[in-house]
C-alpha cells in the first residue's frame, strides 16, 4: 500500500467572510500524481495556497517527509500558481529568473559566473529546453515555454511535492500535451509527489493515479480515474451541461 505524503483532515478555508474550504479529507500518496479536477469557484487554487500556507485555514495539514514544514514557504513544496504576472515592460530574462532562485542557495560572493549558467543550463535540460533559452527575454517566450520555465523554478532545489495549478491553461493542445508528458516522467525518474489542478479529463485519466473532485469547497468524490472519469461522477461533479466533454481549440 503507497503510504501517504500528505494527509489533510478537516481542513477548512474563509476568505472575504466565506467559507470557501468546508472540511476537506484527503491524503497525497507519495510518488503519485494526483489530479484535481471541479467546477470553476469550487476552491482548487485555495487547496493549493493553503498547502503552501499561503492563506490561513483550521485543520490539520500533515506533511510527513520529516522536514520541517511550519516555516511559511516550505522548501520542499514547489508551487507553480494559476496566474504568474511578469512585467510586461521588465526587461527580464530566463537567467535572471532562474538566477533568483539560485540566490536562495548559491552563495553570493561567487555572483553568477559559468558554474551558476551551468547550473542553470542543467535546471533548463530538466524541463527539455536548451541552453538558448537562458538569454530570451521571459515576455518573449510561449506559453508552453514560460510554463517549462516556472517548472524548472519549481523543481529546485529539490521538491517532495510538486503543485500545478491549470499549468497547461491557455498552451495549444500540442504543447500542453509535452507538458503533460514531462510531468509523467519527472515522476516516473524522480518519485516526485504531485498535486494538479487540470480541467482536461483525457490528461487526467492517462497521467493521474489518484483523482480528487471538489464541489462547493468538500470532496464530493476520490479515487482512481478509472471511476472518477465515469459519466456519473463527472456529472456530480461538474452538474449536467457542464461542456466538459468537449474538447475545444482555441
Ligand atoms: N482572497 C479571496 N477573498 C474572497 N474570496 C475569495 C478569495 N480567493 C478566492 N475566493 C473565492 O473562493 C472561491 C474558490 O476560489 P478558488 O480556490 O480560486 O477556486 P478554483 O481554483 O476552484 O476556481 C471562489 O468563489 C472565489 O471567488
Ligand atoms: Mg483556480
Known amino acids: 500500500m503507497t ?20 472540511g476537506v479529507d484527503a491524503e497525497l500518496k507519495r510518488g503519485q500524481i494526483t489530479a484535481l479536477i471541479g467546477w470553476n469557484g469550487s476552491g482548487k487554487t485555495t487547496l493549493l495556497r493553503a498547502l503552501v500556507k499561503e492563506v490561513p485555514y483550521r485543520g490539520r495539514i500533515e506533511f510527513h517527509c520529516g522536514h520541517d514544514h511550519r516555516r511559511p514557504t516550505p522548501e520542499h513544496v514547489g508551487y507553480v500558481p494559476q496566474k ?11 537567467a535572471d529568473l532562474l538566477g533568483l532562485a539560485l540566490l536562495r542557495w548559491w552563495p553570493l560572493f561567487l555572483g553568477i559566473g559559468r ?12 524541463v527539455w529546453l536548451g ?3 537562458l538569454d530570451r527575454p521571459v515576455e518573449k517566450l510561449s506559453g508552453g515555454e514560460l510554463q517549462r520555465v516556472l517548472l524548472a523554478l519549481a523543481l529546485e532545489p529539490h521538491p517532495e511535492l510538486l503543485l500545478l495549478d491549470e499549468p497547461a491553461a491557455g498552451i495549444d493542445f500540442q504543447h ?7 510531468l509523467a516522467d519527472l515522476n516516473r525518474r524522480t518519485g516526485v509527489t504531485i498535486l494538479l489542478v487540470s480541467h482536461e479529463l483525457s490528461v487526467v485519466n492517462r497521467h493521474a493515479h489518484h483523482v480528487l473532485c471538489l464541489t462547493d469547497g468538500r470532496v464530493q468524490c476520490q479515487g482512481p480515474p478509472q ?12 452538474g449536467s451541461g457542464s461542456g466538459l466533454y468537449g474538447h475545444h481549440h482555441d
Request: net charge negative.
Open 3 to 22: 503510504t501517504p505524503l500528505v494527509s489533510i483532515r478537516d481542513l477548512h478555508v474563509e476568505l472575504g467572510g466565506r467559507s470557501v474550504l468546508d
Open 131 to 133: 541552453s538558448e533559452f
Open 84 to 94: 504568474l504576472r511578469v512585467e510586461a515592460n521588465l526587461p527580464l530574462t530566463v
Open 176 to 182: 500542453a500535451e509535452k507538458f503533460y508528458e514531462l
Open 227 to 238: 471511476e472518477m472519469l465515469t459519466q456519473d461522477a463527472i456529472l456530480r461533479t461538474f
Open 115 to 126: 558554474r551558476a549558467r551551468q547550473r542553470m543550463e542543467q535546471l533548463l535540460a530538466r
